[in-house]
């Protein structure tokens, strides 16, 4: 079975500090696909990034980047200099490659004080 | 260029009544998913369509809830005679098509439809 871990509940940070949100999977499958969604207050799901399981350099846009590193089952969200904005609920995600359910971890409640 | 559009956002009902939620998917989409979202925890898979078809529905409760998606017109959710336990977040997501099953499609998600049992 698939499971998504996502251990920090809740995190605050002061703005321009960089924050990091852990994730954590377990699989059987050797091919997978993982993402990362944001869910503002106004209630929406909005896609972040997709990775599949054989690609596992690192990405970065902007002031998000993702680091993936599968001999730990990870796939770690950071955000440098982290603004009032990114407050949010974040969601790591993991499907099978031919699948088409999302399993979700139960997410991280990100605060940014200014 | 509109999104995944679903509504009502809000809905209460009494319990034993029927509640009925609507999803427009991303124009092209021809997939559509439906997630609940219980308070404090994740979103949980319940069922996958295409148009006319049920694809999955290994995540649907099975008595007093189904789905459809028509030819025509939105996808919809239907919850008969709910219970307090059925208040929740319910969101739609759409792909768009391709490969069937394939897991590489990225789901675009609705704001959701928060169902109040009272």
């Known amino acids: 079975a698939q499971k998504v871990t996502q251990a920090q509940t809740e995190i605050s940070v002061v703005e321009k500090e960089d924050v990091t949100l852990d994730c954590v999977y377990e699989?059987?499958?050797?091919?997978?696909?993982l993402f990362w969604y944001k869910q503002p207050p106004s209630g929406e799901l909005v896609f972040l990034i997709r990775?599949?399981?054989?690609?596992?350099q690192n990405e970065i846009s902007g002031r998000y980047s993702w680091n993936f590193q599968k001999s730990t089952s990870s796939f770690n969200f950071t955000i440098t200099a982290s603004q009032v904005v990114d407050s949010a609920v974040y969601f790591c995600?993991?499907?099978?490659?031919?699948?088409?359910?999302?399993?979700f971890g139960a997410g991280t409640i990100l605060r940014v004080k200014s | 260029n509109a999104g995944v559009m679903q509504n009502p956002r809000h809905l209460v009902r009494r319990r034993g009544q029927e509640a009925r939620l609507r999803c427009s998917p991303v124009?092209?989409?021809?997939?559509v998913y439906w997630y609940r979202q219980l308070p404090e925890e994740g979103l949980k898979f319940m069922v996958y369509?295409?148009?006319?078809?049920?694809?999955?529905e290994s995540g649907m409760p099975k008595e007093r809830f189904s789905a459809e998606f028509p030819k025509e017109g939105p996808s919809i959710l239907r919850i008969q005679q709910v219970v307090r336990g059925d208040s929740a977040a319910y969101f739609c997501?759409?792909?768009?098509?391709?490969?069937?099953?394939?897991?590489?499609?990225?789901?675009?998600f609705g704001a959701g439809t928060r169902l109040s049992v009272l």
């Open positions: 997501a759409s792909s768009p098509p391709g490969m069937p099953g394939s897991g590489k499609n990225i789901q675009y």
């Open positions: 699989t059987r499958d050797t091919t997978y696909y």
């Open positions: 990775r599949n399981s054989f690609d596992e």
């Open positions: 995600a993991l499907s099978k490659a031919y699948g088409n359910k999302l399993v």
């Open positions: 124009k092209g989409h021809s997939h």
């Open positions: 369509l295409q148009k006319e078809n049920i694809i999955d």
